[in-house]
């Protein structure tokens, strides 16, 4: 048995693949092991390695998510410094000007380089989006979309994040959506969005970023029924040659939040 109490995340990783397949939702081993740490994690979330024996009963690392954040957000700005960003440009769907890519995002557009990234319009960006962003080049796009939108649960390992994304975007959608329906219509025109037709009371998709569309489905509440609002987020079919899972998952997570804020509801 490895105790966790008092071990680094570098600690970890030497009983990890170390081949940063991405398979357990995080963007490297070492991000796994953090997570491992912080308690979002567990061992039976790597599939390649055994680390049943790992007792977490120490408790959660006393680092904050935030400062967690930031570490994960400067491993992926060391991976992308050594890329081509300007190669990577047109299959990410954005624009090389003067050493920068130009990125937009959600209702911004985004400046960034190897070592920052930030709203044009002066908006911050929390490590979460940062992240986002770099985790975006570095997969650099490695086909066309397909066009077609499937649930995340058709996606290999996606279990434990279709759970993730029915709480903390696809609930709160619907609860919003129902209450706010008006306003948050109005709203999506902040958004790179386009209405689409469809048997719910709301379809609509938008891009979080230029090759991560979301297709996102609002039935209202029937009472008489006893159903309650739903709504659901799809993805292109091939939505994993630009992100991971995790990824994916905040595409989502973020682009709700945005959407409230943008219209006002806390």
């Not at 037709?197 to 609509?204: G, I, Q, R, T, Y």
């Amino acid at each position: 048995m490895i105790p966790a109490m008092g071990l680094t995340p570098l600690e970890i990783v030497r009983h990890l693949p170390k081949t940063n397949c991405g398979e357990c939702g995080e963007l490297s081993c070492l991000a796994f092991a953090v997570a491992l740490l912080s308690g979002k994690r567990t061992p039976r979330d790597c599939p390649h390695a055994n680390l049943e024996g790992l007792s977490l009963s120490g408790g959660p690392n006393p680092s904050s998510e935030l400062d967690q954040a930031w570490r994960i957000l400067e491993e992926v700005k060391t991976e992308v410094a050594g890329l081509d960003l300007r190669a990577r440009a047109g299959g990410l769907g954005v624009e090389w000007r003067e050493g920068r890519l130009l990125i937009p995002y959600l209702d911004g557009l985004v400046e960034l380089t190897p070592r920052s990234a930030r709203r044009i319009d002066g908006l911050e960006l929390d490590p979460r989006d940062q992240i986002l962003l770099y985790n975006y080049v570095r997969f650099g796009g490695k086909a066309p979309l397909s066009g077609e939108f499937v649930g995340l649960e058709t996606f290999p390992n996606s279990v434990s994040k279709v759970a993730t994304l029915r709480r903390y975007a696809e609930e709160r959608l619907a609860r919003a959506l129902s209450e706010r329906f008006a306003t948050l219509r109005k709203a999506l025109s902040s958004f790179r969005t386009r209405e689409i037709p469809a048997e719910a009371d709301l379809s609509f998709e938008v891009y979080v970023l230029p090759r991560v569309p979301l297709r996102i489905h609002f039935w209202r509440p029937e009472p008489e029924e006893g159903l309650p609002p739903e709504a659901k987020v799809l993805y292109d079919r091939l939505a994993l040659e630009y992100l991971d899972l995790e990824s994916l998952v905040f595409c989502a997570e973020r682009f709700t939040e945005r959407w409230l804020e943008v219209a006002g509801i806390r």
